[in-house]
C-alpha cells in the first residue's frame, strides 16, 4: 500500500520552500529538504517523492517529521552530533608497527589482526588500516632458494648475458622438459562461469596417463619447438634435439640454455654434443631454474590449458598441448630479459645467511 503524508501550507510558507528551490547558491540537501514538503503538499507519495527527490524512503520520513515539529526552519538547520573518535596518535601506529614486526609468543607463526588489536588496545579495523597504510601483511609468506653452485656467478653472468647481448650469426634456445603431464579427467562436469559466481571443478579426479613436454623457446622471436613423448630418458632428449637441429637456419651457431637435470649431462647426450661443433650447453647453476627462459613458458601452458582442463586420455592432452604452442607462435613475443647480473647479485644479497 503506498504511503502519502499530507503536509498542508500556509501562502508564507510556500514561498520560502519555493525560494529555497530556486537559490542556486543554497545548499543541495537545503533544497531537497523544501522539495520533500512541496510534493508532500502536492499529496504525493512517500515512494513517489524519494524517487523525484533521489533520496530515500526513511529521509522523506525524517523531513516530514522535522517539518511538522520546527516548520521552515528546522530544515535548513542540522542537529548537532557528539564528535567522532580522535584519529588515532603516531605513538599508537608505532606500536601496532613495532608488536607485528616482531615474533609473536608461544608457537604461533604470526601475527593476526585480532591479536595486535587484543594487545594494543584498538579496533581491528584501526589495525587493519595501519596495516594497509604500511603495506604489512602478516599472513603471507614468500619462500626462497639459494644456489649453493661454486661456479653460481659465472653462469648467471654467461647466461643473462645469451639474454640481454645474444651474440651475432646465432639463435639462442632454452630447452627443458616438462615430465609427468596428467591426463585429468573429472568425476563430474564443473559449472560454467556466471555474473556473481566463479566457474567450479570437482577436486577429484581420474588419471588417464602422462605425456612428457619437451621444449625449446627461441629467445630471439619467441616462438616455441615442441614434442610430446611417452618417457623423459636420454633416448628421447636426443631425438628432440635432432629436432631442434633440424629447425634451426643453416650456418647459425647454437647457444641452448639447459637445467642441470642428468639426462642433459648423460654420456650419449654429450656425445652427441661433440658430433654437433655448431652447438654450445649453457646450464644453469644448481637451485636456479629461474633463470632457464622456458620455464615461463610452461608455466603459462599450465595456468591457461591444463590447470581447469579435462582430457579424456592422452592424445587428447597431447592435441591440446599442441595447439598451444600452435596459438603461441601465431603471435610470438621476443622474450625480453630485464635483470642484469649485477641486479641479481644485489637482490642476492638481500636474503639473510643461515646462522650456523
Known sequence: MSQTVCILLNPADRCYLEAIVSDRNRPLKHVQRAKIILFSAERLTVQDIARRVGVSRPCVWRWQLRFGEEGPDGLVRDKTRPPGRAPLGTSVTARVLALTCTEPPGSITHWTGRAVAGIIGISLRSVQRIWEAHRLQPHRLHTFKTSNDPAFAQKVEDIVGLYMSPPAHAIVVSIDEKSQIQAYDRTQPGLPLKPGKCATMTHDYKRNGTTTLFAALNILDGTVLGRCMSRHRHQEFIRFLNAVEKAAPA???????????????????????????????????????????????????????????????????????RDYIKRQNADPKPFVWTKSAKDIFAKLDEIPVPSV
Open 251 to 321: 650456418g647459425k651457431v647454437v647457444h641452448a640454455i639447459l637445467d642441470n637435470y642428468a639426462t642433459h649431462k648423460h654420456p650419449k647426450v654429450l656425445e652427441w654434443l661433440a658430433g654437433h661443433p655448431r652447438w654450445t650447453f649453457h646450464f644453469t647453476p644448481t637451485s636456479a631454474s629461474w633463470l632457464n627462459a622456458v620455464e615461463n613458458f610452461f608455466s603459462a601452458l599450465t595456468r591457461r590449458a591444463l590447470r581447469r582442463g579435462v582430457f579424456k586420455s592422452v592424445p587428447d592432452l597431447q592435441k591440446t598441448i
